[in-house]
């Protein structure tokens, strides 16, 4: 530490060793093809829930049938062949990253094998028309992805595997939303707890690579456009607030609740989705399936163009038709189906706003959707840097930069009054699972290493 660097030394030590420079540009490698699956993801989930929409309106009655024997398909063919790919799949990623996980069953978490299955599942979901997202799902898609090149790495290689694993999750975010920055606060809050010097090039690379084919597929433009924000002055305190506050609330009881019915806590319906869990996610689906009719199809899918149509003006979400969208996404999680719920907490706290911007009366309506997503997404995920940011990128919103990292500091205040955090509570239930199941370890495909059975939603 006392002495400068020496350069020609340096530039001596990089150029010695062609495998490190092979190692290197594997892992670039896998970095565009964690981008490329994601972009994938994205295409086929797309296209998919558009075919849906046009089955809903030739047929609306229909969904009353196809979502349930959908959902039922997808929750039988999960628990049978990809026990690991239910859920949202950050809680696995961080399952797989727990230091008290045994490192041959990090595969039941992260795996090739597990994402193409997730991708799969996943676009089955949009095809019944759950109320999911595909955000965090391509957490697990991309740090299956990165993980699998440890396989080619050289036996001394300084790239271990939870840095793949690191990397590739903050990618999936990256590439999802076309939110870089998001991607490396997503890195820190939720996966690492902090960003070590040896791997923050590895992350940084992996989302810069995985944003640059997201970006070659489907522009460099914001997720929802540029939000028209007017100037915020002392008026805009009681709305903000109020809507903050709900936001707050509300997402720690939809934490609280996931929890409660994911974790498998001994009350009734849970011993029953325990012993008839196919029988279950038909029920399930065809709740989703009555709630959609009931507001028009509106809480189906992922609810981003919801969103849009708020921030436009539209009422897109009514206040009860947000209850609805609040309950359907329960219900889709609890079935216990591949899907995440980042898309439908946006468009939950974008109702929210929206219904508060009618309340006072102004034109406030985009500046109060946009602390309204914020802030139930940082009141689920307890992750208000991330949440935040990620909001700020998704509606170009930079001129509210203060405004939404007040109302998601204070909404996941709020919620860490109501409930645990989830994905780490989530996390923690399936390493327990992991460790105290005495099931023999089969092999992944994928890999050479070993992975085991079942593990919770």
Same mark, same amino acid.
């Given at each position: 530490?006392?002495h400068?660097?020496n350069?020609?030394?340096?530039?001596?030590?990089e150029?010695?060793s062609?495998r490190?420079w092979?190692d290197?540009?594997?892992?670039?490698g896998y970095?565009?093809?964690?981008?490329?699956?994601? +972009?994938?993801f994205?295409?086929?989930?797309?296209?998919?829930?558009?075919g849906?929409?046009?089955?809903?309106?030739a047929?609306?009655w229909?969904v009353?049938?196809?979502?349930?024997?959908?959902?039922?398909?997808? +929750?039988?063919f %999960?628990?049978?062949f990809?026990?690991?790919?239910?859920?949202?799949?950050?809680p696995?990623?961080?399952?797989a990253l727990?230091p008290?996980?045994?490192d041959?069953?990090r595969?039941m978490?992260?795996?090739?094998? #597990?994402? @193409?299955a997730?991708?799969g599942?996943?676009?089955?979901? *949009?095809?019944a028309?759950?109320s999911?997202?595909r955000?965090?799902p391509?957490?697990?898609v991309?740090a299956g992805v990165?993980?699998?090149?440890r396989? $080619?790495?050289?036996?001394?290689?300084?790239?271990?595997g939870?840095?793949? =694993?690191?990397?590739g999750?903050?990618a999936?975010?990256?590439?999802a939303?076309n939110?870089p920055l998001?991607g490396? +606060?997503f890195?820190?809050?939720?996966?690492?707890?902090?960003?070590?010097?040896?791997s923050?090039?590895l992350i940084?690379?992996a989302?810069?690579?995985?944003?640059? @084919?997201a970006?070659s597929?489907?522009?460099?433009?914001?997720? *929802?456009?540029?939000?028209?924000?007017?100037?915020?002055? $002392?008026?805009?305190?009681?709305p903000?607030l109020?809507? %903050? #506050?709900?936001?707050?609330?509300?997402?720690?009881?939809?934490?609280?609740?996931l929890?409660?019915?994911?974790?498998r806590?001994?009350?009734?319906?849970?011993? $029953?989705?325990?012993?008839?869990?196919?029988?279950f996610?038909?029920?399930?689906?065809?709740?989703?399936?009555?709630?959609?009719?009931?507001t028009g199809?509106v809480? *189906?899918?992922?609810?981003?163009?919801a969103?849009?149509?708020?921030l436009?003006?539209?009422?897109?979400?009514?206040? =009860?038709?947000t @209850?609805?969208?609040f309950v359907?996404?329960?219900?889709?999680a609890?079935c216990?189906?591949?899907?995440?719920?980042f898309?439908?907490?946006l468009?939950?706290?974008?109702?929210?706003?929206?219904a508060?911007a009618?309340l006072?009366?102004s034109?406030?309506?985009?500046? #109060?959707?946009?602390?309204?997503m914020a802030?139930?997404?940082?009141a689920?995920?307890?992750a208000?840097? %991330?949440?935040?940011?990620?909001?700020m990128?998704? +509606?170009?919103?930079?001129?509210?930069?203060?405004?939404?990292?007040?109302a998601a500091?204070l909404a996941?205040?709020?919620?860490?009054?109501?409930s645990?955090?989830l994905?780490?509570t989530l996390?923690?239930?399936m390493?327990g699972?992991?460790?105290?199941?005495s099931e023999?370890?089969?092999?992944?495909?994928?890999?050479?290493?070993?992975?085991?059975?079942?593990s919770?939603?």
């Amino acid at each position: 530490m006392n002495h400068e660097p020496n350069f020609l030394e340096h530039l001596r030590a990089e150029l010695s060793s062609g495998r490190i420079w092979l190692d290197r540009a594997i892992v670039l490698g896998y970095a565009i093809a964690a981008g490329l699956f994601v +972009v994938g993801f994205t295409l086929a989930s797309d296209w998919v829930f558009g075919g849906f929409q046009r089955f809903y309106r030739a047929w609306p009655w229909a969904v009353l049938v196809t979502t349930p024997m959908i959902t039922a398909g997808i +929750v039988w063919f %999960t628990l049978r062949f990809f026990p690991g790919a239910s859920g949202s799949g950050i809680p696995q990623i961080k399952a797989a990253l727990h230091p008290a996980l045994p490192d041959e069953r990090r595969f039941m978490f992260a795996s090739l094998r #597990l994402t @193409v299955a997730k991708i799969g599942l996943g676009v089955a979901g *949009f095809a019944a028309g759950l109320s999911i997202g595909r955000e965090g799902p391509s957490v697990q898609v991309a740090a299956g992805v990165m993980q699998h090149a440890r396989r $080619w790495l050289s036996p001394n290689t300084t790239i271990d595997g939870r840095a793949l =694993l690191v990397a590739g999750g903050a990618a999936g975010i990256a590439a999802a939303f076309n939110a870089p920055l998001a991607g490396v +606060v997503f890195a820190i809050e939720e996966l690492s707890g902090r960003l070590e010097a040896r791997s923050s090039g590895l992350i940084i690379t992996a989302i810069v690579l995985a944003g640059l @084919v997201a970006v070659s597929a489907f522009g460099n433009t914001s997720y *929802f456009g540029v939000i028209r924000v007017p100037r915020l002055g $002392w008026d805009a305190m009681g709305p903000g607030l109020l809507v %903050t #506050l709900l936001a707050g609330a509300a997402g720690g009881l939809f934490a609280r609740l996931l929890i409660a019915s994911l974790t498998r806590a001994p009350e009734r319906l849970n011993r $029953w989705r325990a012993r008839f869990p196919v029988r279950f996610a038909a029920l399930g689906g065809l709740a989703v399936a009555v709630i959609g009719l009931v507001t028009g199809g509106v809480t *189906f899918g992922a609810g981003s163009e919801a969103v849009k149509q708020m921030l436009q003006g539209h009422d897109e979400l009514t206040p =009860l038709y947000t @209850v609805l969208k609040f309950v359907a996404t329960w219900l889709t999680a609890w079935c216990g189906v591949p899907g995440g719920i980042f898309a439908p907490s946006l468009s939950i706290g974008a109702g929210i706003g929206d219904a508060v911007a009618h309340l006072a009366s102004s034109d406030l309506g985009p500046a #109060l959707i946009a602390l309204g997503m914020a802030g139930f997404l940082a009141a689920v995920t307890q992750a208000p840097l %991330t949440a935040f940011i990620i909001v700020m990128e998704m +509606v170009d919103g930079h001129a509210m930069v203060l405004s939404l990292m007040a109302a998601a500091m204070l909404a996941s205040l709020i919620s860490r009054m109501i409930s645990r955090p989830l994905y780490d509570t989530l996390a923690e239930h399936m390493v327990g699972k992991a460790i105290a199941t005495s099931e023999p370890v089969q092999a992944s495909p994928s890999s050479s290493s070993p992975a085991a059975g079942p593990s919770s939603s």
